[in-house]
């Protein structure tokens, strides 16, 4: 093992993106203005119990540090096959490894991983892990903010009238070098540290230690490239979108963004229509003021308003307040690309999500990307496309959760009507609406396929949606929103639900007997046990250890049971949002399909990589794979078969699978 942990020059404007601005790692690392400071290095050599505290040692000059990696190419390999890298937030390090030193490891750990497998509702940086685990603590990284081995000029700042002649950044000192030292070598110390500790709890380690590294080799050797014709068109739509928005309010785009001045517009508009503009107001810290947030039912209300004037004055607003993400989204999607050669490197976080499923990362979120609302949105897939000579073959799990949910629950009606691949959605709106659906054709009469499809979409809704104990007004939400448009009133609502728990009684039982053995282990410490392999087990460092039937573990840290009016009640504690969150027998549900259904998707796309087929994404249930043109249809047959095997511990669950051979992301 060898850990590595690069340190880097920034600024007050040269620096990576966090909350706030900034550059995403591939631009960082490749700009003009990128330097490397040092590196600090622990190289085990092989020992079991190796002495990192003096072993350690910081690196710094570029000659000095091509030197020492040279050194280890020659004791591990030009690849280092010999030996594995670890380092904290990897991705960072290893793109520094390739792209400044031209060395690929090809084996890698991310401690940063390891700590999101081991609980990812809870910050992860080195400072964060370091504390939890009871380690010396990391240093503090602003006092080295500018320091710098090259001749740099910066504008001075401040509000002295007259040009400002650039200045000489001063170069940095001996004692300052042996601070970064300090500093560095503490850095890989912890990660050793952590790396020893975090690895034994990592639970199936065989495949996610290959999933952490494939990962991160999306992002380092990426395949995926960018029509940046296509971009440009998107800005400028983007940018037409906002103008038509304002030029129909007859404002200002400023009268628009400002709080106060948009609130006096809203007033009057709300007065002219004869309704009250106090019903739309919130209490925030500084007194009150408009309830326009997402998350405000108020909002709704606005943007459906029977006043044109209303309406116009949100959908001004809304223009101008998220387009210009959608436009920053696509710029630096382009910019990204330019910096890596046209290839778009591919930013996914492993276990972003507490099922282990990945999350977006680099401000691209590709995990993310629109289908189902604006065109202009939708159309940001279709910037993605395959290199020259290659094809993209896109391939999903059909109605997985769904698939899965039938299965894990016993609820083998259901499982067969899936292996028997009868029209399950069609057959429940049926028993809703008490009149055949069937699917849509494409060549019939347009208003009778119009309505067969709003029926089929209704019973996706009663099937996709209602498995996990979705609630009426849920109900009513999720399906007249997109992309269903069912238009349905409360009492259907109603009908779905109890439609669904009376069709699907294995299930609703399942919610009841999850909650009950989640509480058991929680509130006496014991194991115990439900079918098909669901686990439930306590740590000394863990409330619930829930262990799936593929055999990889979830993790609930802090919970606690509370008495209501119903019996005890889950709360589960989120550090990220700073709350406790109410869990029960529909969310633990959910949490273990959508884990399990993750390692359907994770297994399938290595077996894939192993008879040769490249993942190029890896998004919720689907798999893109870059596919030369002449092989691409013989992929998309070994795709589909390989999602719809069925591993050896879900043996009756009936996976099915469907793909396209493309040269777009979008517009399948």
């Not at 020893?196 to 999933?211: A, H, N, Q």
């Amino acid at each position: 093992m060898v850990v590595i942990d690069f340190e880097s020059y920034f600024d007050d404007d040269f620096k990576m993106a966090g909350k706030g601005d900034g550059l995403s790692t591939i631009e960082y690392v490749t700009h003009h203005d990128y330097e490397t400071l040092g590196v600090s290095v622990f190289d085990t050599c092989g020992e079991n119990f190796p002495d990192y505290e003096n072993k350690t040692q910081f690196i710094y000059s570029e000659e000095r540090i091509v030197s020492h990696f040279r050194h280890l190419q020659s004791k591990y390999g030009e690849d280092f096959a010999g030996c594995t890298i670890v380092a904290q937030n990897a991705r960072f390090d290893l793109t520094v490894l390739l792209k400044r030193y031209g060395i690929k490891p090809r084996y890698h750990i991310d401690t940063l991983a390891l700590a999101r497998a081991w609980n990812s509702r809870c910050n992860n940086d080195l400072e964060a892990i370091t504390k939890r685990l009871g380690l010396p603590a990391k240093g503090d990284t602003g006092e080295f903010r500018g320091l710098t081995f090259r001749s740099r000029f910066k504008k001075p700042k401040g509000r002295k009238k007259g040009p400002k002649l650039p200045v000489q950044v001063p170069l940095i000192t001996p004692e300052q070098i042996e601070k970064l030292a300090t500093y560095a070598n503490n850095d890989a110390m912890r990660e050793w540290e952590a790396f020893t500790i975090l690895l034994p709890r990592l639970s199936r380690p065989e495949l996610e230690l290959w999933l952490h590294q494939h990962t991160i080799e999306l992002f380092l050797c990426p395949t995926l490239e960018v029509d940046y014709a296509k971009g440009d068109e998107l800005c400028k739509l983007m940018e037409s979108e906002i103008e038509k928005a304002i030029s129909a309010t007859g404002l200002t785009r400023d009268d628009l963004s400002g709080n106060i001045s948009f609130e006096k517009e809203m007033v009057q508009a709300l007065t002219e229509a004869a309704d009250d503009p106090s019903a739309y107001f919130k209490e925030g810290k500084k007194g009150k003021l408009l309830a326009i947030a997402k998350d405000d039912n108020e909002r709704k209300f606005l943007e459906g308003h029977a006043s044109e004037r209303v309406r116009l004055l949100m959908a001004g607003r809304e223009a101008i307040k998220s387009w210009p993400l959608h436009i920053a989204r696509v710029q630096r999607i382009m910019r990204m690309a330019r910096c890596n050669g046209g290839k778009l490197p591919v930013p996914l976080k492993s276990h972003g999500a507490h099922t282990g499923r990945d999350s977006g990362g680099e401000k691209i979120n590709l995990q993310n990307l629109g289908n189902r609302g604006h065109k202009l949105v939708n159309a940001v897939r279709e910037m993605i496309i395959a290199p020259p000579g290659h094809k993209l073959v896109i391939v999903d799990a059909a109605a997985v959760e769904a698939r899965g949910l039938a299965w894990i629950a016993g609820q083998w009606d259901l499982v067969k009507k899936f292996c028997d691949n009868a029209e399950v959605y069609c057959g429940f709106a049926s028993k809703v609406l008490g009149l055949p659906v069937r699917k849509p054709k494409k060549n019939g009469i347009l208003a009778i396929e119009a309505m067969h499809k709003r029926h089929r979409n209704l019973g996706k809704v009663g099937v996709l949606g209602c498995g996990y104990g979705m609630g009426t007004a849920r109900i009513l939400e999720y399906a007249n929103g997109q992309p269903y448009y069912c238009d349905i009133d409360y009492a259907m609502a109603e009908k779905i639900r109890d439609t669904y728990r009376a069709e699907n009684p294995a299930i609703t039982q399942f919610w009841k007997d999850i909650e009950r053995a989640f509480i058991y282990t929680a509130k006496y410490g014991k194991p115990c046990e439900m079918p098909r392999g669901l686990k439930f087990h306590q740590t000394h460092d863990c409330d619930v250890v829930l262990t799936l039937p593929s055999n990889r573990e979830l993790h609930y840290h802090k919970v606690k049971l509370v008495d209501d009016d119903y019996g005890e009640k889950i709360e589960v504690y989120n550090e990220l949002e700073h709350c406790w969150g109410h869990v029960w027998g529909g969310h633990l549900t959910e949490n273990v399909v959508q884990a399990f259904c993750r390692d359907f998707l994770m297994e399938s796309c290595f077996r894939l990589e192993q008879m040769g087929h490249h993942t190029a994404l890896r998004v919720h249930d689907e798999l893109v794979i870059v596919s030369p043109e002449d092989r691409a249809e013989q992929c998309l047959m070994d795709t589909i078969t390989e999602m719809s095997r069925r591993p050896l511990w879900a043996q009756e669950c009936p996976l099915s699978a469907e793909g396209v051979v493309t040269t777009r992301y979008g517009g399948h």
